[in-house]
């Protein structure tokens, strides 16, 4: 995150500085937006992965309980 931020202030400066044209600028920011979005479809992916075992697991602890409960009763 926070190289991220360096990068967009030195894009910015740069621009501001005239030492880069105006559609290298944008340019750029596409590129950090492609970059952004990338690793935020990869966030959403690993906390889908999370969730998905979180829910496993209480489905798991709920069938031994039930079935422990079971075999209690027989």
């Not at 559609?23 to 950090?32: C, K």
């Not at 935020?40 to 690993?46: E, M, S």
């Amino acid at each position: 995150m926070q190289r991220r931020k360096e990068r967009l202030e030195l894009l910015a400066k740069l621009r501001i500085t005239g030492e880069i044209t105006h559609d290298r600028f944008l340019s750029r920011l596409e590129d950090e937006k492609l970059v952004m979005e990338a690793e935020l479809h990869a966030l959403t992916v690993v906390s889908k992965a999370i969730a998905q075992r979180a829910a496993n697991a209480a489905i798991d602890t709920l069938c031994a309980a039930v079935n422990t409960a079971i075999s209690g009763i027989v």
